[in-house]
Every structure is written in C-alpha cells, then in structure tokens.
C-alpha cells in the first residue's frame, strides 16, 4: 500500500481529516486484495457502501492508524502473507497532527507481518523527523535498511541511459547523450524522466523538455519548503540565486548575502539557513564549496 505524503505539503499544519484522506486513497488502491475490504469493515471509523471506502475522523468513531495497521497485518498474517506500507516523502508526515515515529515503532514492534518503507528526496529532514540518531526518540535502535541514490558520474550516467534505450531498441546518436549527461548532471530521476521521453525519439530537445517541466516541480517543492519560514524567507531566496551562478564557500556566501542585505548576519544564523537547506536537498556541500544539488533547480534559479 503506497500513501503520497507530498499531498501533506500544501498545508503548514494538516488536520487529521486531511491525513486520513490520502490514508483513504491509499487503501482504495489495495481493495482489489481478496478479503481485505471484509476484513476491514468492523473497525471503529471505517465506513464502507458497496465498494466505497470511507474513514471517519470527527470525535465519534475516529478510526485510529494504529487499529487499522493492526487490522491490516492481521489480514496479511491469516494469508501467510506479508504486506508494506510505503510513505512517498515521509519527512513530511510531521506537518500532521499523529506522531508518526511512536506509531511506526509500535508497527516495527508488534506487527509481525508489515513492513516499512519510508522514501524522502529531503534525507536529512527525514532523518531530523524520524529520529534516528536521537536516543530518546521512538524509532531510536531499531534495525533499518537505508538505500541511497547518489548522483551518477558522467560514465555512470552514460551506461545507465544507453542500457535503457537497449531495452526498448533504441540507438541514441551519441551527442544526445553527452548533452543528456552534462546538462542533467548525473540525477537519475531526470536522466530517467529524459529516458522515457526520449525512448522513440533521441533528441537534444528532449532534454530541454525535461528542463522546462523539470523546473515547474522544482520551484513548487522549493515554495512548499519556503511557505513555512516566514521572515527568512527572503534571505533563502538569496542564497539559492547566488548559489545557482556557481559554487561558493561559507565565507564568500555569507560576505555576498551580507553585501545584498546591507547588514552583518550573525554566524549561528546563516550557518543554519544553509544547514536548512542541505537538509531539505536544495543545497549539498562538497569539501569546503556549497552549491545547488539539482541542476534543474538551478537552471530554474537562474
């Protein structure tokens, strides 16, 4: 069962309703499972008609998760089965009202025949959330399989595309793919995104495709992540658009912001603005430099 978290970011704080309808959608997509709709119909909260699903969230008869995942495994453990709940973008399950980390250790705990996937393109943020470095947080100790997809090098991201293109019988001429390769920097959901668009017809275009819609979901991921920082968010926005003319270090950043503002920033501040930001995945750090993570990020910046 996948639940898209991501719709979690339009709202600055999301009610429990909100919550409860992505749970609902869902679930909808798994009701096709034999016995599943049955074996959820007498839990407190859970209203079905037919083959419609409903959860409740006013006071009388709120379904609780922790019911439902129960429900759930019982359901998996009578088919000898084991069943998954993925969270697309779990960092930011914490703009709803449940405590996410406490509910996911009572799952690792308790619930034998579920198991956890998390994914989040903002890692440090889901980390900060989760906890997991944190002794006195819920999730704390418990065995985890993380899997990080790091940017491609140019021969990396060069063989990556030709054995996609093998695969549906294309031959790309090979100046498409170097273009591909340098202007979409190694990032393999756009080199992917360009794979699928280009699998008929390799052109450079295509990869100017990718850029052009590339930049309208980046820049709606970045005004979600500013939407929430009130007064800082004029000075993230420095940052990046100096950021996205190249690479600088602390110190030249801070100089630059600082020039722009026409005030000092106290060094505790700004090295927070730019820790906020590696942590959310709009910036990284590589040795001494801090630069824009995603080259489409970047081209939208500029």
């Known amino acids: 069962m996948i639940f898209d978290a991501r719709e979690m ?3 600055p704080r999301a009610s429990y309703a909100d919550l409860l309808r992505v749970m609902e959608r869902g679930f909808r997509r798994s009701l096709w499972k034999p016995g599943l709709l049955d074996h959820l ?3 407190r909260g859970v209203r079905i008609e037919g083959l419609e699903l409903r959860f409740e969230w006013g006071r009388d008869g709120r379904l609780h998760l ?3 995942f129960e429900a759930v495994d019982d359901w998996a453990g ?3 089965e084991r069943v998954v709940l993925a969270f697309d973008e779990a960092q930011l399950l914490h703009r709803t009202p449940v405590n996410f980390p406490m509910l996911f250790a009572h799952v690792y705990d308790y619930l034998k ?3 956890l996937v998390l994914t989040g393109s903002e890692v440090g943020l889901l980390h900060d959330f989760l906890g997991l470095e944190d002794s006195d947080a819920p999730l704390y100790g418990r065995h985890r399989e993380e899997i990080r997809l790091q940017r491609f090098d140019e021969a990396t991201a060069r063989d990556f595309l030709l054995k996609g293109f093998e695969q549906v019988g294309v031959l790309p001429p090979g100046e498409v793919l170097d273009y591909a390769v340098s202007r979409l920097d190694g990032i393999v959901g756009w080199l ?3 794979g699928i668009r280009a699998s008929k017809n390799p052109t450079k275009e295509a990869v100017e495709e ?3 819609e590339g930049k309208k979901l980046v820049l709606q991921e970045l005004e979600y992540f500013l939407g929430v920082r009130g007064a ?3 000075r993230y926005m420095a940052i990046l658009r100096r950021l996205a003319r190249g690479p600088l270090s602390w110190e030249q950043l801070k100089e630059w912001v600082e020039r722009e503002e026409g005030r000092p920033i106290y060094n505790k501040n700004f090295s927070d603005l730019l820790a906020n930001l590696v942590k959310a995945g709009f910036v990284e750090q590589r040795e001494r430099l801090y630069s824009i993570s995603d080259p489409v990020l970047a081209h939208a910046l500029s």
Do not use: D, P, S
Request: net charge positive.
């Open 66 to 68: 922790g019911e439902l």
């Open 210 to 212: 990718v850029l052009r």
């Open 9 to 11: 970011a339009h709202f």
């Open 78 to 80: 009578k088919r000898g």
């Open 113 to 115: 025949n579920t198991l």
């Open 41 to 43: 119909r007498h839990i």
């Open 232 to 234: 800082a968010k004029g």
């Open 192 to 194: 992917t995104e360009f």
